[in-house]
């Protein structure tokens, strides 16, 4: 068993900032991208940013000059930092973990339950 706990979320003004948690636990051998989506009402669930193993990131493009993302590799932990948000920036924010349970299984994505996002202008 996998789970990805997710913390952070919360209600913020326009141009404040949150900083996102995600910690991966369970039966895990190795664990190769995590990341970060968004899913507002109405819209399809978008990558927000992802990090692999040995730090190579990648940003939405609209979001790459005002968030980062960072990976703590100890601790099987995601962040995002989350400045200038704007209203526009509400919405559930989802943890990705592409993780491998044992030496001879495949890596599967995970997801954790969402943590809501709102900025209120």
């Known amino acids: 068993q996998v789970q990805l706990v997710e913390s952070g979320g919360g209600l913020v003004q326009a141009g404040g900032s949150l900083r996102l948690s995600c910690a991966a636990s369970g039966s895990i051998f190795s664990i190769n991208a995590m990341g970060w989506y968004r899913q507002a009402p109405g819209n399809k669930r978008r990558l927000v940013a992802a990090?692999?193993?040995?730090?190579?990131?990648n940003y939405a493009d609209s979001m790459k000059d005002r968030f980062t993302i960072s990976r703590d590799n100890a601790k099987n932990t995601v962040y995002l930092q989350m400045n200038s948000l704007k209203p526009e920036d509400t919405a559930v924010y989802y943890c990705n973990a592409v993780i491998r349970r044992s030496s001879d299984s495949y890596y599967l994505d995970y997801w954790g339950q969402g943590t809501q996002v709102t900025v209120s202008s």
């Open positions: 990090i692999i193993s040995d730090g190579t990131t």
